[in-house]
């Protein structure tokens, strides 16, 4: 069993490999600037790609504060999920945080 865990801050990227073939899932709570804290409308988007296809296996909804998507993987294939966004309320260093776990099954 593989299971991986991040905390991720920014719109940055981040990778992880996974060691065997099967089926993997990602999942993410993100944390996002909101209007009643000043910081204005989100629409920070999460996207996960795997780099060895290189195939686009999720795209989220903008503003969305989580995600989960299931996806079938073969050894050593590299997973990297990204965070991105053109609202100004985005923009500042770490005001976008999530947390993010990477796992083998189901």
Do not use: H, W
């Not at 991040?6 to 981040?14: A, D």
């Not at 909101?34 to 989100?42: E, F, K, L, P, Y």
């Amino acid at each position: 069993m593989f299971a991986q865990n991040l905390t991720m801050t920014g719109l940055n990227s981040y990778s992880v490999s996974v060691p065997t073939a099967g089926p993997y899932f990602v999942k993410g709570k993100i944390s996002l600037p909101t209007i009643s804290n000043g910081g204005g409308q989100s629409l920070c988007v999460a996207t996960i790609t795997n780099r060895t296809g290189p195939t686009t296996v999720y795209t989220g909804l903008p503003g969305a504060e989580g995600f989960y998507v299931d996806t079938p993987c073969a050894a050593n294939d590299v997973l990297t999920i990204t965070f991105s966004s053109s609202a100004p309320a985005d923009q500042p260093p770490n005001v976008i945080k999530a947390v993010v776990s990477v796992g083998s099954g189901q």
